[in-house]
């Protein structure tokens, strides 16, 4: 069997393939990490449940009432508000350009930033292809095929 397209559904598969290709010599070989719709979905469960506790438990905001506020202000309400805090920033950073020179390239340099992190995600998208939750592709680049 050719290795040139080898699907791999757990991790004692792949630690098998990968034993046998250290014995082929002149193999490499690129392994596709794709984060499969179990771990998005799983993120954004993640995300409802900070909402869902700020919305429940509002004492946890106090810094008072919760022994370890500034971690969970750091990590569960930061990750709530950054996003919201950056479109902010941009928008502010928008109306202020037209006032400076100053404020002209910093809107620019930031709106380029954020340009090529659309650009990024397009391409991402694009060069993906589907797969079966927990399934990665491994493609030989170089070398002979296995036996």
């Avoid at 080898?6 to 250290?22: F, I």
């Avoid at 509002?58 to 370890?68: E, S």
């Avoid at 569960?76 to 109306?95: E, H, I, N, Q, Y």
């Avoid at 995600?121 to 939750?133: K, S």
Wanted: glycine share 6%.
């Amino acid at each position: 069997m050719g290795l040139q397209h080898l699907a791999v559904g757990v991790r004692p598969d792949l630690d098998a393939v990968q034993r046998e290709l250290r014995e082929i010599p002149g193999v490499t070989v690129l392994l596709y990490d794709q984060a499969c719709a179990a771990e998005t979905r799983r993120k954004r469960r993640t995300l409802a449940g900070n909402y869902q506790i700020l919305a429940q438990e509002p004492r946890l905001l106090n810094p008072f009432a919760n022994p370890v506020w500034l971690q969970y202000l750091s990590h569960k309400v930061g990750r709530l508000l950054v996003p919201w805090a950056l479109l902010a920033v941009f928008a502010t950073s928008a109306v202020l350009a037209a006032s400076g020179w100053i404020y002209a390239a910093a809107f620019v340099a930031q709106a380029a930033f954020y340009g090529l992190a659309v650009v990024g995600a397009f391409l991402d998208a694009r060069d993906r292809q589907p797969h079966a939750p927990f399934e990665r592709e491994l493609p030989v680049v170089a070398g002979k095929e296995a036996r």
